[in-house]
C-alpha cells in the first residue's frame, strides 16, 4: 500500500514552462513533507520541505502548495531550465517513533525539461 | 567532510550468495537508514536505526540484516541474495529529534541478482 501517492509519473515541458507535480497522503500522523531531487547516478538531495502549518513555501523558482484538508501538496518549478531535468520525489515524515526521521517516499517523476 | 558514502558503486550476485553492502557517515548523525529504489516504487524503507545498538525494521526489511556497533558505520547484509532483491539501495542518516533535519544519501550501489 502506497502511504503517499505521486503522479505524473513523467513529465515533459519547455523551458520555461511551469512544470507541476502532485503528492497526495492518508496519515495524518506526517508532519513534515520534503521533496527530494535525484540526477542519474546519483541520491537524493533536499530541494525543499514544508510543515503542514504553512501553506505554501517558496525557494528561488521552486514552490511547494501544501492542501492539509485534502492532505495534498504539489511542487512548482517556475521558469522551468533544461539543468532541472532530474527526477522528483515528494515524501512525508512518520514521527510515530519519537525522534526516528523516518520518511515515506511517493513513486517519483522523471521530469524532462526541453531547451 | 566525505558525507555518507557506500561501498561497492556496483555488485553482481548470483542466487543465494550473501554480501554486505557497507554505509559510512562523518557528520556524528545518530539516525540512518537503508531504502531500496526501485522504477515506479520510489523509496522503501528496509532498516532504520537510531543510535548505536538500536536498530528497527521498516517497509520491505525481509531478506535483510542490519547492525550498528558505531555511530558511523551502518552495514546491510544481503543473507540469501534473491532476483528480487535487484535493486539500487540507498542509506542516508539525519540528525535525531522532532526537528525538521535534512536526510542525507549516499551514492547509491548498484545490485544485481542474476
Known amino acids: 500500500q502506497q502511504q503517499v501517492k505521486q503522479s505524473p509519473q513523467s513529465l515533459i515541458v519547455q523551458k520555461g514552462g511551469i512544470p507541476i507535480i502532485n503528492c497526495a497522503y492518508e496519515?495524518?500522523?506526517?508532519?513534515?513533507f520534503p521533496w527530494y531531487q535525484q540526477f542519474p547516478g546519483k541520491g537524493p538531495a533536499l530541494l525543499i520541505a514544508?510543515?503542514?502549518?504553512?501553506s505554501e513555501k517558496k525557494e528561488g523558482r521552486f514552490t511547494i502548495s501544501f492542501n492539509k484538508s485534502a492532505k495534498q501538496f504539489s511542487l512548482h518549478i517556475m521558469d522551468s531550465q533544461p539543468g532541472d531535468s532530474a527526477t522528483y520525489f515528494c515524501?512525508?515524515?512518520?514521527?510515530?517513533?519519537?525522534?526516528?526521521?523516518?520518511?515515506?517516499f511517493g513513486q517519483g517523476t522523471r521530469l524532462t525539461i526541453n531547451p | 567532510n566525505a558525507g555518507v558514502t557506500q561501498t561497492p558503486k556496483f555488485q553482481v550476485l548470483k542466487t543465494g550468495q550473501s554480501m554486505t553492502l557497507q554505509c559510512a557517515q562523518d557528520?556524528?548523525?545518530?539516525?540512518m537508514s537503508w531504502y531500496r529504489q526501485d522504477p515506479g516504487m520510489g523509496l522503501r524503507l528496509i532498516h532504520y536505526?537510531?543510535?548505536?545498538?538500536?536498530?528497527d525494521q521498516g517497509e520491505v526489511p525481509n531478506g535483510y540484516n542490519v547492525s550498528r556497533s558505531t555511530t558511523e558505520d551502518f552495514p546491510l547484509r544481503l543473507l540469501s541474495a534473491a532476483p528480487s532483491q535487484t535493486s539500487v539501495y540507498f542509506c542516508?542518516?539525519?540528525?535525531?529529534?522532532?526537528?525538521?533535519?535534512?536526510?542525507?544519501f549516499g551514492p547509491g550501489t548498484r545490485l544485481t541478482v542474476t
Open positions: 542516508a542518516s539525519s540528525r535525531l529529534g522532532r526537528g525538521t533535519y535534512e536526510q542525507y
Open positions: 496519515n495524518t500522523a506526517f508532519d513534515y
Open positions: 514544508i510543515r503542514p502549518d504553512v
Open positions: 515524501a512525508a515524515r512518520d514521527m510515530s517513533i519519537q525522534g526516528a526521521q523516518k520518511l515515506v
Open positions: 557528520m556524528n548523525h545518530e539516525y
Open positions: 536505526s537510531v543510535g548505536a545498538g538500536i536498530t
